[in-house]
């Protein structure tokens, strides 16, 4: 149970890579190509980000779900004092609530980061027709 709560820390403290790298295209023409990004392997670490984290929310809340209602049927006799806890299920749950917010920004940091790949890529195309000797004057 230690390793599944390491394993969301780390996720939940390792995202958000394409919201905060991402370079988009300014709002005014590009004068130069090192004015933004087009490169979208932030976005796709972030997509792996979305996947693994909704798994976790997918999987920390079915198994929390089937723990707690496992601990609530059981059938407990007089003379035994230890039912079955379900701690384990509220950590699952835990695990399950944390990751889903974690699963959402993953998602709309990738979002962001494809995003602003695409604007970069076409305000180059932009800036590569205003310098081609065929483009036309002003």
């Known amino acids: 149970m230690k390793v599944v709560g390491i394993v969301a ?76 806890s379900d701690v384990h299920a509220n950590a699952y749950l835990i695990v399950g609530l944390v990751a889903l917010p974690a699963t959402v920004a993953f998602f709309l940091s990738a979002r962001y980061g494809y995003r602003n790949a695409r604007a970069c890529k076409v305000a180059r195309r932009d800036l590569m027709d205003r310098r081609s000797p065929l483009a036309p004057s002003e």
């Open 9 to 84: 820390i780390v996720v939940v403290a390792a995202g958000g890579c394409a919201a905060i790298t991402s370079k988009p295209p300014p709002s005014t023409p590009l004068r130069s190509f090192e004015d933004c990004s087009t490169s979208s392997a932030p976005a796709v670490r972030d997509t792996l980000l979305t996947i693994a984290s909704g798994v976790a929310t997918v999987g920390g809340l079915g198994i929390g779900y089937v723990e707690k209602l496992e601990a609530s049927n059981e059938n407990v006799t007089s003379w035994d004092p230890h039912t079955k």
